[in-house]
């Protein structure tokens, strides 16, 4: 410990000469981020609790008793480096999977051929017979209206239009699909539809069906259609067999229940500023998940590295300048309630937020960072890359920030999200292969040492204030 | 098609007006860039190329049956895209593994436990009956000449050196633990030692024992003695019961053979230039693999890579203007007589190779290149980064560039290797687990993309003329 007592003695001293985010960035900074590295190779704790979330407490869709315990666990933990934690109430939806889902193609010899599905969120569920009914395939929403009510009326719609492989950004891919699944419902029951089947979003051909959030807008209640995803390969089997036989039957059976609105918690922690208390720098992730496996990636790794960027810092025996505040927002799946209820009362408490970093986009090897901030803001952001190039950190872009963190915008913080490798997201996202087991523990804990870095430049620099601009 | 047919009509145009490496990169570049990763997305060989290398054929020992598939099968497939192939004669060593090997730690009270171990690759077999002593362990081979003969002979050395995670670039760590494995042999059998154990080169906690090229060096033959690696898991378990029984037995039993040298081939391919026909550009990866998985990233990836590049641009109607031949190397695992051959017939046929590309470092997410190149011609490849940047692709540093165009050095080529995310290569190199399933197909296809892309750029503007300095 004593090398790590020097240097964040010595990072006390140069930040007392320090004058915000004017000042050139020091060789403290490189020391800095060489022992936040450092530790995290060697001696952090996420992997430890990515393990103990996801295989002791598993999936944790919101209002599940897995939900209350990863709240119970995560504000255990923190409590053990934060100086202050919080269990912020907010009201969330329930809705349950019930008893597994089961799906078949029917040709016209009666034969038949079972596929891997999956309800989506929010989905009501068939009768309790199932239903069967022949289908139509479409790529988009909007060829409905022209295929028209009498060709779909009575059918399942099978939405087929796959990721588009040659986006470099998987999460541009995948923007350009999730319609199907969040509107595929409503737009396929305005036409008197009595399913619908969704390609799941997956860049890779594999048999799992992967869930996510569906809506039924603005639908009468009396329109609404059961909705399932089903796997890649399948899709292409179904897509196959539909050109073989275009009369073919559909089977699909599932029992979700849509509950009402339960009781959760945003877990809070922090550790308070020794300068400008009242400037709150935030981190976090979301600790709700999907059902089918564990959320190891989303967001299991989120949390846990949002959780490390202040464990590291208090074993580092770093003094921020500003308050630190891990943020573990509840309902990021299915309402985004908890996002909402944190920046309401950030508001309501006239809470200073001048950053939030997030964390959201799987555990895989980091490359950097969208922001979602002004050019002189940018400026500022450029001038620290090359702190990061020996962590082969690159990526420094504006773009997205992430969905919990998007809140605070209206207040004037800057936004981040953290960018890893993107390229396997999609082959674990809202499916049950998202498992402790796809993690690595490395890449797991450059991700959170990416992010102390950054938080922690953050701090000693602050950022540009735009209303001096 | 036709898209593809005007991009490379454009491109011949534009490349007409080019003059060598002083040019300023194109418009043209940017679309042949684009195209190179569209079609290496969507309609490229790679993925379903290693499926067949991997499952089909397996593991590629130098020597071996699946080695003399693997040329067979690599030849006829370059000979669909290629206008010419050659197998070049290599003699190499033969190793074989024989029966699973077996290893138990026995305790005082004559309780054992079986632990995981495989032989390295080279080594003598333990006599029939195995060989059971007390243990020596070491940090490091200049630790035996300080513990000395008295205490290491007729023991066996255990070494326990650990890759060292704070390594951002894991070869790093590689490289500073790799003579364990290397020389730990032939330095305990100067003292005596009658087998060596040494910890398995990955950075991961796991069962998996991962083998590798050792050498005896000048050892007398009468003094070699049988060495084995020991799974991460298990080293930490010898460890843990040195220092509750120092005198514990460890049991090794394995029954490889080294047999002696067999024939075998170097797999070439290559398109003639249009413009430039005696200047050569390679791309090239190892053909051989170790025995215990597939060799799926080390390097069927590197050799799928290596025949794509040809592949997608035969495919986008490319006409080179230099010679651009694929070069899949037997023997770089335990002998690299197939670099040094071709280096050799190179020299012999005084053909000029201007430029070297290498894909040896798995099949991960691509970062970029290492270059063995003058500051003269890095200025000519940074000029280049920015075509690379919506591919995310950002490394292009000097350092080492790989094992098999190591030998060309002597000609003044410029040498690369590809540089893929390394965080997990360590967890699959040279063991079971490095099989099929653990490559993406993404992942394989952008890598295949970027050393397209690199390839096509040395052919459009060469390289800076060394002698001109």
Known sequence: MNKLHTIGFFILLCSAFAKAQLVQTSQADSLMLKSIYDYSLTESKSYEWLDYLSNNIGGRLSGSIQAQRAVEYTEKEIAKFASRTELQSVMVPKWTRGTPEFAYIQLNDFSTINVNVCALGGSIPTREAGIKAGVVE???????????????????????????????????????????????????????????????????????????????????????????????NDAEKLHTYLSLDKNLQFFLKQDCTVWGDVESYNVIGEIKGTKYPNEVIIVGGHLDSWDLGDGSHDDGAGVVQSMQVLETLKKLDYQPLRTIRVVLFMNEENGLKGAREYAKQAKAKSENHIFALESDAGGFSPRGFSFDATEDQMKVVHSWKKLFKPYLIHYFEKGGSGADVGPLKDSGTVLAGLRPDSQRYFDFHHAANDTFDAVNKRELELGAATMTSLIYLFDQYGVVDNSMD
């Open 138 to 232: 479409v790529t988009s929403l909007e060829q409905l209206a022209q295929i028209g009510r009498k060709e779909i009326e009575g059918k399942i719609v099978f939405y087929n239009r796959p990721m588009d492989p040659t986006k470099i950004q998987t999460f541009e891919a995948y923007g350009g699909c999730v319609d199907q699944r969040y509107s595929g419902a409503e737009e396929a029951g305005k036409y008197g539809a009595v399913g619908v089947i969704v390609r799941s979003m997956n860049l890779r051909l594999d048999d799992y069906p992967h869930t996510g959030s569906m809506s039924y807008g603005d639908l009468d209640v009396e329109n609404y259609i059961p909705a399932a995803a089903i796997s890649t």
